[in-house]
């Protein structure tokens, strides 16, 4: 059952059905049974749960007020939770590393982002190197440009042309990376992340102009 539920989640999220991914992993994490899986099973449905609420966190998820304040996902904590996943360097940690970054760009968190910059580039040559994550070395190198060009959407356009081109020429069918390394596809995550920061520039200007 829990096998059926992760691809019905994974069919969601890339035909990009968000809201329904979510009813998905909340019907999951209501059944008694999940607890006793083995541990992978559990996190690896911890690393979908932080997917679906960076959804919510860029508001591509509707949820109610209520709904949100029940939220108990803690970014800073997600990492504890899936100890076993981040050992896996070439795979899962590889969900778990975007994920997190991609928090901190949600919340503009700058120092956290440009903190992490020397550690990612390290894990790409050591981790990422392989024809088989040329997917995940593109997607990180992009991620990487978003706080070396100081937030800045048309410089983070034009730094990550490139390598957006890349990932485009790379098609699933080309590596054999582990499908659920991307919980949601790089090039639509990619996509969600450029939206994000539109949003967050305009709403900083709008602030700006208020007197």
């Excluded at 069919?11 to 994490?29: M, N, P, S, W």
């Excluded at 991307?182 to 305009?202: A, D, F, H, M, N």
Aim: proline share 4%; with cysteine.
């Amino acid at each position: 059952w829990f096998r059926v539920q992760e691809i019905l989640l994974l069919a969601a999220l890339h035909t990009e059905e968000y809201d329904e991914a979510f009813e998905i992993l909340q019907k999951v994490q209501n059944n008694p049974y999940l607890a006793s899986q083995p541990p992978q099973i559990n996190e690896l449905w911890k690393i979908f749960e932080a997917y679906l609420w960076y959804l919510v966190t860029i508001k591509k998820v509707n949820l109610s007020e209520a709904e949100k304040q029940q939220n108990n996902f803690r970014i800073n904590r997600f990492v504890n939770d899936v100890p076993l996943l981040s050992k896996d360097k070439g795979g899962m940690n590889v969900s778990v590393l975007i994920i997190q970054f991609l928090f901190f760009v949600a919340q503009k968190k700058a120092d956290e982002c440009e903190s992490r910059i020397n550690a990612m580039n390290k894990y790409c040559s050591r981790y990422l190197s392989d024809p088989n994550s040329l997917r995940s070395q593109y997607f990180f190198k992009m991620l990487i440009q978003i706080p070396q060009s100081d937030f800045n959407l048309k410089q983070i356009r034009l730094k990550t042309e490139k390598y957006y081109a890349q990932l485009l020429n790379t098609p699933w069918h080309v590596v054999n990376q582990h499908r659920e390394v991307e919980v949601i596809p790089y090039e639509t995550l990619w996509l969600l992340v450029l939206e994000s920061l539109q949003t967050q520039s305009s709403t900083s200007s709008s602030r700006e102009l208020v007197p």
